[in-house]
Structure formats: C-alpha cells, structure tokens
C-alpha cells in the first residue's frame, strides 16, 4: 500500500519567494495533518484538516502560511512570502478516525529558506 | 496547555539490555497514546498505540500506560544497535484526532 506521499522532498529557495508543498494522503483516511520540525521547536502541528475542511490552524505561526485541501487525497501547505526562520522539515500525516486515529507520516519536505 | 514530557536523553543501553522510555502527560481526558520511533533524517513512525490501562505487547516492545498517574511508557526488550532513534510519546484526546507530542527522547543502544 503506498503511504502519505509528498513533494517535493527538497526546496531550496530565496527569501521572498512562494513555497508550495503537496500531499497525497492514504487512501481511505479522513484526517490530515500539516506538521513543522526543527530542532529548537520539536514536532509542531501546522493545521488539521477532517474531511477536506479545516478544523483546527491555531498553529499556523503567521498569515504568510496558508494550507488547502481541495479534495480527499490532496493538500498544500503555501509559504508567501518565505523567510529564513521557515527553514525546517515540514511533515503531512494521515488518519482514519475510524481506526484509533493512528497518523501516518509522509517522508517530509526539507525546506531551506536563503 | 496540554503538556506531553519526556527526558531529552540520550538514553544509553548496551545491546541485549532493556530500554525504558517514560513519558507523562497533563491532561486527564487524553484517550488515546502513541510512541513513534524517527530516524535521524527520517519521519516518526508509528510503532506502538495503546488505549487502556495495562501493558500491550507487541515483539519485543511493550507499551504501558497508567491513566490514574498520566504515565505512559515504552519498554523495548534485548534492544539492538538498530533501536537507536529518538522516541516520541503522543497523546490525543480521543474527541478530537488532535495529537500532542512530546520533544522525544534519544536512545543510543551500545554494541
């Protein structure tokens, strides 16, 4: 079974620019999850999403991030404009409520902010 | 603030030891409870989850939990040199699939 695909797996880009990031979740799974890591903050929850809508972006640290899920088996998470300090590991989990709410992470995209 | 802690480490064992990782939590709803083993460079992946008091076992991890004291921990028996990852707790409340996780603990498991 495939699991939680992303692209791409390595940005670099300049400060200022647009950053798009993508998921494809499970297949079948219902809730889907934008997470950040770096080493200074640990494992921060960006945005979740229940059924393609939005339920909880408390985390989202500024208007700059948005994050979109226009059907059940995609999702982008949109840096505009980047900055330096967004430099971090960006990860996108799955879950099927249904099924304890395990969540399945994605390989991450390592983005580098110049 | 729901809050998940855990020892940073590293937690250093020799090979065929026992591990034992410990994690506890605040808030007294949280339902569910989950350990991720990550990679250095990798994503956490999900190894163990556990709902109800007691200890569940699976291989050579156990997992046990203890709501009354909001203690969950991870055992990992004859440990190997491949065991050696950071270990993250994770706690939802079950209402919502929201998880808190803790900032993980590192495991060295010495040959």
């Known amino acids: 079974d495939a699991g939680v695909i992303q692209s791409p797996r390595h940005e670099v880009t300049e400060m200022g620019q647009e950053v798009t990031l993508r998921c494809k979740p499970i297949s079948g799974h219902n809730s889907l999850f934008w997470y950040r890591q770096t080493m200074m903050r640990g494992l921060e929850l960006l945005i979740y999403?229940?059924?393609?809508?939005?339920?909880?972006d408390s985390g989202m640290p500024e208007d700059r991030f948005s994050a979109k899920m226009p059907n059940a088996s995609f999702s982008t998470l949109k840096i505009q404009p980047s900055e330096p300090r967004d430099s971090a590991v960006y990860f996108c989990?799955?879950?099927?409520?249904?099924?304890?709410?395990?969540?399945?992470f994605g390989p991450g995209t390592r983005l580098t902010v110049l | 603030q729901k809050e998940v802690e855990q020892n940073s480490g590293p937690l250093s064992v020799p090979e065929g030891a026992i591990a034992s990782l410990n994690c506890t939590y605040s808030?007294?709803?949280?339902?569910?409870f989950f350990w991720y083993r990550q990679y250095s460079g990798k994503s956490p992946e999900l190894i163990m989850s556990?709902?109800?008091?007691g200890d569940k076992e699976d291989g050579r991890f156990t997992a046990q939990l203890n709501k009354a004291s909001q203690y969950v921990s991870l055992l990992i028996r004859d440990s190997q040199p491949s065991d050696s990852a950071t270990y993250l707790c994770a706690v939802n409340e079950g209402n919502f699939n929201k998880f808190y996780f803790g900032s993980g603990t590192k495991l060295n498991v010495k040959p």
């Open positions: 556990i709902y109800s008091n």
């Open positions: 989990a799955s879950s099927l409520r249904e099924m304890g709410n395990e969540q399945f």
């Open positions: 999403f229940n059924n393609n809508v939005p339920i909880d």
């Open positions: 808030d007294r709803v949280s339902q569910s």
